[in-house]
Nanobody, 119 residues
Framework: QVQLVESGGGLVEPGGSLRLSCAAS????????MGWYRQAPGKKRELVAT???????NYGDSVKGRFTIYRDNAKNTVYLQMNSLKPEDTEVYYC?????????????WGQGTQVTVSS
């Protein structure tokens, strides 16, 4: 089992920055990928960014060049640095972790943190 605790959401003006954090606990040694997804009411959850245990990153098209995902292995924490925020970035952001046990991959989600970009 993996537990994910998110923090760092809030209200920011357009053009501003926020940093989200996701702390993992439990079976962290078997986590292969961690990342962030976001979802607005009535919309599908979409990829924001992921990072593998080896450090490979992947970003959604709408955030490339503005958001950066990185991890602190000593703290078992993944961060999402969000710069040049736009009103359309206003969504609930969810931390995600994939745990590989043998041939089975388990998916875990955090509780979500609201990001609101507004003047």
């Amino acid at each position: 089992q993996v537990q994910l605790v998110e923090s760092g959401g809030g209200l920011v003006e357009p053009g501003g920055s926020l940093r989200l954090s996701c702390a993992a606990s439990g079976s962290i040694a078997t986590i292969t990928v961690m990342g962030w997804y976001r979802q607005a009411p009535g919309k599908k959850r979409e990829l924001v960014a992921t990072i593998t245990s080896g450090g490979r990153t992947n970003y959604g098209d709408s955030v490339k060049g503005r958001f950066t995902i990185y991890r602190d292995n000593a703290k078992n924490t993944v961060y999402l640095q969000m710069n040049s925020l736009k009103p359309e970035d206003t969504e609930v952001y969810y931390c995600n972790a994939l745990e590989l046990k043998g041939l089975i991959t388990y998916t875990y989600w955090g509780q979500g943190t609201q990001v609101t970009v507004s003047s």
